[in-house]
T-cell receptor, first 112, second 111 residues
Framework: DGGITQSPKYLFRKEGQNVTLSCEQN?????MYWYRQDPGQGLRLIYY???????QKGDIAEGYSVSREKKESFPLTVTSAQKNPTAFYLC???????????FGQGTRLTVV | GEDVEQSLFLSVREGDSSVINCTYT??????LYWYKQEPGAGLQLLTY?????DMKQDQRLTVLLNKKDKHLSLRIADTQTGDSAIYFC???????????FGKGTRLHILP
């Protein structure tokens, strides 16, 4: 089945460690997005990519990094520079010729 | 920069209509969306409207767009307990592929 997959669903890390969240899609979509969700804050855009080997910062990119080496993959690294990394992270993808952005089921990251 | 605003909570009695409102700032928005999120899950697209339309109806859902006031609303007719969720308004600008979301409205259904 076609879709967008985030793994793992839950992730625990110690403070000061970098951690990479996986996002894979087999929908052949060009555009991919990473959002962070905190209670009462809605979804805030971290990074987005419109095409392979290219990506742009969103509103809260500090402390995060991404890569887009393959069309189907858009991993997000939460670095030790991110001051408050505990959150729910959502990945999305979209065919640039259509309107709907499809979302993964999210990864809940807890840093202790 | 772009901004999307919506109220955080709405309580409605089962069987009544729910109206969730949203305002946005980007006058170059091309698409406006309503997404639904159930607890612990990702987002599901409910409906969308092109910026050159003023109304769209899809079964129990009606979207109204006032482009002059940059105001978007979602009406859910005959609200059911299964409609209890967080509803996000979002817009995609005309200049790039950024999709900006509001903070979400938590819809609570009263018996």
């Amino acid at each position: 089945d076609g879709g967008i997959t985030q793994s793992p669903k839950y992730l625990f890390r110690k403070e000061g460690q970098n951690v990479t969240l996986s996002c894979e899609q087999n929908l052949n979509h060009d555009a991919m997005y990473w959002y962070r969700q905190d209670p009462g804050q809605g979804l805030r855009l971290i990074y987005y990519s419109q095409i392979v080997n290219d990506f742009q910062k969103g509103d809260i990119a500090e402390g995060y990094s991404v890569s887009r080496e393959k069309k189907e993959s858009f991993p997000l690294t939460v670095t030790s520079a991110q001051k408050n990394p505990t959150a729910f992270y959502l990945c999305a993808s979209r065919d640039r010729g259509t309107t709907e952005a499809f979302f993964g089921q999210g990864t809940r990251l807890t840093v202790v | 920069g772009e901004d999307v605003e919506q109220s955080l909570f709405l309580s409605v009695r089962e069987g009544d209509s729910s109206v969730i409102n949203c305002t946005y700032t980007d006058s170059s928005s091309t698409y406006l969306y309503w997404y639904k999120q159930e607890p612990g899950a990702g987002l599901q697209l409910l409906t969308y409207i092109f910026s050159n339309m003023d109304m769209k109806q899809d079964q129990r859902l009606t979207v109204l767009l006032n482009k002059k006031d940059k105001h978007l609303s979602l009406r859910i007719a005959d609200t059911q307990t299964g409609d209890s969720a967080i509803y996000f308004c979002a817009e995609m600008g005309g200049r790039d592929d950024k999709i900006i979301f509001g903070k979400g409205t938590r819809l609570h259904i009263l018996p």
